[in-house]
């Protein structure tokens, strides 16, 4: 029964990301949210365009340090960062 739901939900999920992938339907910010928390990026992140190419070499390793950092890890170093800047 719950595999049954699942598939269900996934079938949804789906749907739903094809009408959206189609301009056909309009995400809210909770499911932009939610699909930016399946892709691993952050809302900024999402609506960037183009790529990295304007960061230098630096700036992108410490973004996939940053990348790898746990919620609690990134308010850290945002507190760090915040503090050198005063």
Known sequence: MIRIKAD???AKSQ???GRIM??????SLIT???ICTA???TLSQFFQEGNSENLTEEQKHALG???DLSTNEQETV???LRGLRK
């Open 8 to 10: 269900r939900w996934r």
């Open 15 to 17: 749907s739903s990301l």
């Open 22 to 27: 189609a301009q056909e339907n309009l995400p």
């Open 32 to 34: 932009l949210e939610k």
């Open 39 to 41: 892709l691993g990026v």
């Open 65 to 67: 340090i940053w990348n």
């Open 78 to 80: 945002m507190s760090m």
